[in-house]
């Protein structure tokens, strides 16, 4: 994208029909780390990559809890993230004291998104910088949402947004039909797959993403460092290819998988040792 | 309301002062008497007379005082029927607005029955309140519900409820002879024995009651009739034997 005379304003239409402001805003959500989303017909995962800007520092918040049944992942401009999520969370409450019942999903994200497009009326106001992967479950089932500044929002079965989110979505394209009926612990095991695409090569641990669940009978919980190490060791993501579907199915039924490592090196076997 | 007795903090002096008095309600004017409620094997009955009392005077006697709220609630009011009225104006806005977002999603009786509470309680808290004591019944998702609330906005759910004289003359027989597995029939039948004590003895009942039915598959307010009653009790006879030129 390239500046031009029309993209001062929000409220200025190109000749060929674009608002280029928003469209800079979505630019703002490609430049946030990863969010990823995936749900099944009775649990939502969402998982975000979180890298702190020094090591001296914590990282930034990208999961929210809005409400029992509902949470949010971001990616973007992280202040307005929270300020949206705070939006969200009032949206529920007042939901719920008048009249004591959870506010369906879809709802929630009709309000957001309304939210959103006031923005890109309005002469003073600015577009809102962050795209929101909305999870949560109500009587019509679970759903994911994405919700992005130009006040749009889909429905999806699996989604990704931020940087090298391609890489994600992808694994996700590949995977996506078995969703619907996978467990909990294989969407989650899908969802560190994927958040790892992203990474590129770097180490998949604990301490760099964050993995929250909702689910029937399971309140939207953000999973707590200890247990995402435990997971990711349990299926032998850390720098591993995921592996072919047929092996997927063994996975689940007991504890880890025999790894690599029982094997010896199995990157020498088949190969002629050296002659030194 | 005895409001000449006390000193009004300056908070409340434009509650009470005379041209705001005008503004608010102070006493009901024309008003229902009891609702009775229950749950039965397939969902909710409502019963209610149709009188409508202009203090004691049986003035109306065509007031229907049982309605459906969308698909999966009914409503029975007592009180100040004008209220009821504004009452059913915000339920049909409210239903008209969850209809308008086409989603799939609809308000069941549990969410209609909260929304009136806060809107009862709200009024009271004013000073205004709405003049009502509400039954509140529905099945959704094959769930029955049954509530009630009123003009101070206690509210409550159970098997069977009653507004009003239901409360003190029909409460003690459903605790008796109320149980899960009622048929339709058996249901009606139980209703019209507390209406027909409250017929004998509930000054502001007429002898015209409305049954209305919700089950999963929907809403059914049926037709108005009449109970049979028994007068000729010995003691009824002959009512001026023992006073000479009386009528």
């Not at chain 1, 929630?108 to 106001?125: E, F, N, Y």
Request: contains cysteine.
């Amino acid at each position: 994208m390239f500046r031009n005379q029309y993209d001062t304003d929000v409220t200025t239409w190109s000749p060929a029909g674009r608002l280029f402001q928003v469209e800079y805003a979505m630019e703002a959500v490609k430049q946030g780390s990863a969010a990823i989303g995936l749900r099944s017909k009775t649990h939502v995962v969402l998982a975000s990559v979180n890298k702190a800007s020094s090591e001296l520092s914590s990282h930034q918040k990208k999961i929210f809890k809005v409400d029992d049944h509902i949470g949010v992942a971001i990616a973007g401009l992280t202040a307005d993230g929270r300020v949206l999520s705070r939006y969200l969370r009032n949206e529920c409450i007042n939901y719920s004291y008048t009249y004591e019942s959870l506010l369906p999903v879809g709802r929630l994200v009709v309000q957001l998104a309304d939210k959103a497009q006031v923005c890109t009326q309005r002469s003073w106001k600015r577009p809102y910088g962050v795209g929101l992967l909305v999870g949560g479950l109500d009587e019509s089932g679970a759903h994911l949402f994405y919700n992005c500044p130009s006040g749009n929002y889909f429905e999806y079965q699996a989604f990704a947004i931020g940087s090298r989110s391609q890489a994600a979505k992808t694994y996700l394209e590949r995977k996506f039909e078995g969703f619907m009926d996978s467990s909990r612990e294989t969407l989650i095991k899908d969802a560190l797959f994927a958040l790892r695409e992203t990474l590129q090569g770097e180490k998949l641990t604990s301490s760099i993403c964050t993995i929250a669940v909702v689910g029937v009978g399971e309140a939207f919980h953000i999973l707590d460092q200890e247990t995402v190490q435990a997971l990711i060791n349990e299926f032998e993501i850390v720098g591993e290819e995921p592996p072919a579907d047929e092996a997927a199915a063994p996975d689940q039924s007991t504890g880890a998988e025999p790894g690599p490592a029982d094997q010896g090196t199995p990157a020498d076997q088949g190969v002629t040792p050296m002659d030194i | 309301m005895n409001v000449a007795d006390s000193s009004p903090a300056p908070a409340m002096n434009n509650l009470l002062a005379s041209n705001a008095d005008s503004q608010r309600t102070l006493y009901p004017y024309v008003t229902g008497t009891s609702v009775v409620g229950i749950k039965y094997k397939d969902g909710i009955l409502l019963a209610a007379d149709m009188g409508g009392s202009y203090g004691s005077t049986l003035r109306y006697k065509t007031v229907e005082r049982l309605k459906s709220v969308g698909k999966h609630s009914i409503i029975g009011a007592s009180g100040e029927i004008s209220d009821f009225q504004e009452i059913m104006r915000y339920l049909d806005e409210l239903i008209l607005y969850d209809n308008m977002w086409d989603d799939g999603n609809s308000l069941g009786p549990k969410e209609v029955h909260n929304y009136l509470t806060r809107v009862m309680y709200n009024r009271r808290n004013k000073f205004n309140p709405l003049w009502n004591s509400l039954v509140l019944g529905g099945v959704k998702n094959g769930q029955k519900y049954l509530g009630t609330v009123n003009m101070i906005g206690v509210h409550y759910e159970d098997d069977h409820v009653a507004t009003g004289f239901g409360n003190h003359l029909a409460r003690p027989i459903l605790r008796d002879e109320w149980h899960e597995n009622l048929t339709f029939e058996e249901g009606v039948k139980l209703l019209e024995k507390c209406m027909r004590v409250l017929l004998y003895r509930d000054r502001s009942a007429v002898n015209k009651l409305q049954i209305a039915r919700i089950t999963q598959d929907g809403v059914k307010v049926f037709p108005p009739y009449s109970l049979k009653t028994f007068w000729n009790f010995n003691a009824f006879q002959n009512p001026t034997v023992g006073a000479e030129g009386s009528w």
